[in-house]
Nanobody, 122 residues
Framework: VQLQASGGGLVQAGGSLRLSCAAS????????MGWFRQAPGKEREFVAG????????YYADSVKGRFTISRDNAKNTVYLQMNSLKPGDTAVYYC????????????????WGQGTQVTVSS
């Protein structure tokens, strides 16, 4: 399984970015997919998750209403649309795949992408 994250960059507060995670090497309709982030000096934290087969999504409270996770079955790609970005959203963002039911815990995820940097300036 390979996960390739992209789409990060530098944006001003209030702006938007869309992250992509291209997945290959498995039948992903049996997986849950997640986005996590890690800021310097902080632990990796859950951002958003989606059950690939149903499209059901779930979010951290800190991003609810601002971020949207989605997937494109034809492209085997998961997206994270990030709106109303804040300086506190600055982090390296990682996508991950979970072969079971999906969760908010990083330890349950089996595969990880390489991360993409998101920097939000004030």
């Amino acid at each position: 399984v390979q996960l390739q994250a992209s789409g990060g960059g530098l944006v001003q507060a209030g702006g938007s970015l869309r992250l992509s995670c291209a997945a290959s090497g498995a039948t992903f309709n049996r997986y849950a997919m997640g986005w996590f982030r890690q800021a310097p000096g902080k632990e990796r934290e859950f951002v958003a998750g989606i059950i690939w087969s149903s499209g059901s999504s779930y979010y951290a409270d800190s991003v609810k209403g601002r971020f949207t996770i989605s997937r494109d079955n034809a492209k085997n790609t998961v997206y994270l649309q990030m709106n109303s970005l804040k300086p506190g959203d600055t982090a390296v963002y990682y996508c991950a795949a979970d072969r079971t039911y999906g969760s908010r815990e990083a330890a349950t995820y089996d595969y990880w992408g390489q991360g993409t940097q998101v920097t939000v300036s004030s």
